[in-house]
């Protein structure tokens, strides 16, 4: 069965009619564009108990072919097809099927049309307004006096009140015909690929900043082409923003029209108990009327300070878990190790099988976050979810002791506790039959623990 929100508990997905955490890390964004080593990329990933990734429609790299045929005159022809882009991402979509591995699509990438420098330690690229096909002065199909479209774009989408033209052809905002037909086009094609598949999500925009109607009418579009062919899709966007309470990121919550579920990732740009705090404030608004929260890139690199450290990042990955999140995956590292985020680096590959170690011995799906448990805790000491009197879970980011309120438990548990960075489970404690229990980390570092009724133990043993 293709992957749909879990009627059990609609902050969640299902595969295959099962519930699925969405755990995943990677070393590019547009994984499909990249094919050699691509096989064992995602064998690695399926090995450490991911089965989540994201893949930008993009062309950012040396060697990626853009979806359009070159000529030889050097144009691109808009109403042609680069069998070689498409190829891939077929090969890409067929692999991560044989693997259930769920596929983010973001369809539109605002990076990949304004002109950039190669970021800082990240070598050559071609990404770019000046290398794109939809450049009028690089495609046959039409003009910048046809279309008003500039031919040097050197800021960012969104960063100027006009935006750029190419994100304002819809209808709701410029209607511009002339472009949009191929906007269709391209997504049409891929649609035609895609939705032969059971294993894809769609997100219409990564970081954008440009007007909300952009998004919200390719939100119509994919779903109409979708219902035409008897297919269900899951649809969200994504905003810039960071301050999830500013207005746009509500509307973009709040809005059940266009989109079923909902992008978090720019949070990750947010550090210790306020990362948290925003993932409950934005959990705690649809409390009543749930959707999934996905978080398909998680900062903390090597690069930038916006990005803090590996560390945090992994940090976040679990805060993702246990605020209730439906998805967890670290931003890529690209060529340069440990770049934007831990991407699937060694310290990832060992988060995401410990987080996989830890939640396959619980109910994932039924638990809360629950820090109100919790007493004699400082910012970012610890972490709890529970579903009440029957199991509990804790996470230490570094270490520390806390209290438990076990008040309404009338029967004897025990703790098991894991050691994080060594994927390693340590053997259970029994804990006495008390109102308020202290429970202290066995040490320094990133702990978590499963506390469950005395006897029961986890569920296929430890």
Known sequence: MPVRIYEGNPFYWEYNGKPVLLLGGSGEDNLFNHPEGLEEHLDLLASVGGNYVRNTMSSRNPGNPWPHRKLENGLYDLEKWDEEYWLRFENFLSLCKERDIIVQIEIWDPWDYFKTEAPLGYGPHNVGWESCPYNPQ????YTAEETGLATDIDYYSGSRPSGHLFFHSVPELKDIPLIRKYQEAFVDKLLSISLQYPNVLYCMNNETG????WGEYWARYIRSRAEEQGRKVFLADMRRNTDFGSDEQIRLLHDRVHFDFFEISQNTANNDQHHY??????????????KPLNNVKIYGGEIGSWTTSVEEGTRRFWRNVFGGLASARFHRD????????????????THIRSMRMFTGKM??????????????REPNEAYCIAEYEKQYALYFPDGGEVTLDLSSVETAFEIFWMNILESEWLDSEAIPIQDIVTIRAPGKGQWAALIIPAGTYPRGGL
């Not at 440009?210 to 109607?213: D, I, R, T, V």
């Open 138 to 141: 690089l495609n046959i199909n």
């Open 210 to 213: 440009e007007p909300p109607e």
């Open 277 to 290: 705090d925003q993932i409950i404030s934005i959990r705690n608004q649809v409390a009543d009327n749930p």
């Open 334 to 349: 690209g060529p340069s190790p440990l770049f934007f985020g831990a991407g699937l680096s060694d310290i990832a590959q």
């Open 363 to 376: 109910d994932v799906f039924n638990v809360v976050p629950a820090n109100h448990l919790l007493g004699n």
